[in-house]
């Protein structure tokens, strides 16, 4: 916390952070005497940990807004599970077809590496 330190002599006030079962000897920067710690009734300093309403309510307005970001990118682009093996709309057995066919067309095949590897994983085709 911040505690205001008051000097008698030179009659200067500073700040200075320690924690609050600290009592630090604090000195003057100017003469070097021991300074007393000034009781303030500025509070403004004291932060409340946990959870308030208007936290809440921001944390509950960020929850919906990413789950609403992701409901609209869902819509728009689906949820991933629609992707078949195709090769230019024509939808074929598997991805290593797919890249084969592709390759035999002159098309770019090596887009097709990521899903053939994945399939290769999941033991869906025998090497």
């Known amino acids: 916390m911040t505690y205001e330190y008051e000097c008698k002599k030179c ?13 630090p000897l604090i000195k003057c920067s100017k003469c ?23 936290t809440h309510w921001k944390e509950k307005r960020l929850r919906m807004k990413k789950s609403e970001d992701m409901a609209r990118r869902q819509k728009k682009h689906g949820t991933g599970e629609k992707v078949r093996p195709n090769i230019a709309g024509v939808e074929t057995g598997s991805w290593s077809d797919a890249q084969k066919m592709a390759r035999e067309a002159g098309l770019n ?19």
């Open 109 to 127: 095949h090596e887009s097709y590496t990521p899903w053939v590897e994945k399939e290769k994983k999941e033991k869906k085709i025998i090497v």
């Open 11 to 23: 009659d200067i006030i500073e700040e200075h952070v320690h924690a609050m079962s600290e009592s």
């Open 32 to 54: 070097q005497e021991p300074m007393s710690m000034k009781i303030s009734l500025n509070t403004s300093g004291f932060i409340m940990k946990g959870g308030t309403p208007t």
